[in-house]
């Protein structure tokens, strides 16, 4: 069959290589800078000194990690203290949720969570940072959305997958591919109306990592895959899972021939897709079971291009978050549970989240986990010791004010967390700082209640997944090279972090003459959080940020001249000119003989 890729399997009988033929070796930043092109990792270079010593919360490998069939057949009652069987499995004390420690975006003087969401009170972060994301309507998108909805009967936006095209699914089966370009045209309008009243609204979708083919979860079980360049069907899979069961996800791994799914029985499936003799086909096979315990939220690991040879890629590691506690595994060279992770007590309505992403800590590139439910983030560093096992190490946790329903990396450093509230948070990690907060109800956030609730199929589903469904918005945000796409019911929404010259023009515009010279000289410093568009080493990035301010003051003093006030006391004049004692310490502390105040 024509059009059918070379990395798809074609013989059953497919060597995997074990761990024991990859030579143990450390993936350092010294020998791998030159991969690291992108601006994240150099600016967590610029801060290593300012990182955690992660041997202080570290937590001792496990001599024989427990088997998958012993984590299914743990007691999952929601109303039994969450205490892990074994402690020794991570090695750490039991954790009160009540009494995490107060290193958190705003201090408060009790662990209290009532008092924690009534105390805290955030500083000024707009005079100290001024505006770092960039948010934008996608027009032509959100045009063609609406559109469709009325001329071809596409029904409501439910779903949407971005990477280099933009897939946005409907409520009547239609997957629309959209270019990325500033044309933002309708490239594929995949699938049938007729189809999506047999299979219902696509629920999940997912496009794997060279962008050639797309996965289609629907709201009655039933999963497609469609080539991307010429739009033909590829596969149509009835039997992955029970049937009665919407898919609530379904991810691509980094190895095209191998996707996950998530059905709404709280049951996790490992897909494997072959060619045969010329005929596509699709395995199935059951990595988790609802009936012990359900999983509403899995996330596999992917790693860049640049970090394809990382040692720790050949596992294949994939975290589940089930309505109790989370367990990472490993898909690959055989199926085996690295880590358990209980929540603690929190309120049954809160959305559990999971996120991946490679962080240097200690000199070293490895892949952090942040997972949550509620108000509270933690991280997990994953690693390669040196006898080839995974070691787990816990890093900070965040303690927040609010109640999360999406986490997202924009890059190592930044995170931007949404509130249940429909309030973004834009967060430095190292620093738990608060560094600006975006109010979006403007975009009518999608939800996937219906889907957690399994309407589609007649509601079979628990009370307590129900109710988690109730803010899930997983499949409505969905974030690629550094933006974040938001799917409203008749828009697409993308943020993005501005550069640091566009904070400070930003802040200029809104007459923040001060706030502006403020942010330039952190800037200048290298004290300056959620960075991007600085480049070079320190005194470069000095001497193009120095350019800028100079530029400043000019204006800064042009503008005083001529705002000067014609008449008055005398300390109208003193206040007026007030300004000029800041401008000339810059100008001496900038070294700069090309400025006279």
């Not at 690959?332 to 999971?354: A, E, I």
Request: proline share 4%.
């Amino acid at each position: 069959m024509e059009g059918e890729p070379d990395h798809e399997i074609v013989d059953q009988n497919l060597c995997v290589k074990t761990t024991e033929e990859e030579p143990n070796k450390s993936f350092s930043l010294e020998a791998s800078l030159s991969k690291f092109s992108y601006i994240d990792l150099d600016k967590e270079l610029e801060f290593k000194n300012d990182l955690i010593d992660d041997k202080e919360f570290d937590i001792p490998q496990v001599d024989t990690p427990p088997t998958l069939e012993s984590i299914l057949n743990e007691t999952d009652d929601e109303d039994e203290s969450f205490v892990l069987e074994d402690p020794t499995l991570l090695n750490i004390d039991t954790i009160d949720s009540h009494s995490y420690d107060t290193s958190s975006v705003a201090s408060s003087d009790s662990g209290d969570r009532t008092n924690l969401k009534r105390k805290k009170k955030l500083p000024d972060s707009f005079s100290l940072h001024g505006s770092v994301m960039r948010h934008s309507l996608l027009k032509g998108i959100s045009a063609q959305i609406v559109s469709a909805a009325d001329k071809v009967d596409a029904g409501l936006p439910t779903a949407i997958a971005v990477s280099s095209l933009i897939a946005v699914g409907t409520s009547h089966g239609l997957a629309l591919i959209f270019g990325k370009d500033q044309n933002q045209a309708l490239r594929l309008c995949l699938g049938s109306t007729s189809v999506g009243g047999q299979y219902g609204a696509i629920s999940a979708l997912s496009i794997n990592n060279d962008c050639s083919r797309l996965l289609c979860g629907f709201a009655k079980g039933q999963i497609t895959m469609w080539d991307l360049a010429s739009g033909k069907l590829l596969r149509s899979i009835t039997d992955a899972h029970p049937p009665g069961t919407a898919i609530l996800h379904i991810k691509f791994t980094d190895d095209p021939t191998l996707a996950i799914c998530n059905d709404s029985g709280g049951s996790v499936f490992e897909l494997t897709f072959k060619r045969v003799m010329g005929v596509r086909t699709c395995e199935s096979r059951c990595l988790f079971s609802g009936s012990k315990g359900e999983v509403c939220c899995i996330e596999p690991l992917h790693s860049k291009p640049e970090l394809k040879d990382h040692p720790i890629t050949q596992f294949s590691l994939l975290a589940m978050a089930s309505l109790t506690k989370i367990l990472v595994i490993g898909l690959k060279p055989s199926l085996k549970v690295w880590m358990t992770f209980p929540y603690g007590r929190m309120d049954p309505s809160s959305v559990p989240l999971l996120a991946w992403h490679f962080v240097a800590v200690s000199n070293y590139v490895n892949p952090m986990l942040a997972f949550c439910r509620g108000d509270v983030v933690h991280f997990l560093l994953v690693k390669r010791d040196e006898s080839g096992a995974i070691h787990v190490t816990k890093q900070k946790h965040l303690h927040l004010y609010y109640d999360l329903i999406n986490f997202t990396w924009i890059n190592s450093r930044t995170v931007v967390l949404l509130d249940s509230v429909e309030k973004l948070h834009v967060i430095d990690r190292q620093t738990q700082e608060e560094l600006e907060t975006v109010e979006i109800s403007e975009v009518q956030l999608v939800y996937n209640s219906s889907h957690f609730k399994s309407l589609a199929t007649g509601g079979n589903v628990s009370q307590a997944l129900a109710l988690v469904g109730e803010k899930a918005c997983y499949q409505s945000i969905s974030s690629y090279g550094g933006q974040i796409f938001y799917l409203g019911t008749k828009s697409v929404y993308v943020m993005m972090l501005r550069s640091w010259r566009e904070r400070v023009d930003h802040l200029l515009k809104q007459d923040c003459l001060t706030e502006a010279l403020a942010l330039a000289w952190s800037f200048h410093e290298g004290k300056a959080k959620a960075v991007v568009g600085l480049s070079g080493d320190a005194s470069k990035r000095k001497a193009v940020v120095a350019d800028r301010m100079v530029e400043i003051l000019f204006h800064y003093a042009d503008r005083a001249l001529k705002k000067c006030p014609d008449q008055g006391k005398i300390q109208v004049m003193e206040q007026h000119f007030q300004v000029h004692p800041c401008m000339c310490l810059l100008d001496s502390a900038m070294n700069r003989s090309d400025t006279a105040f």
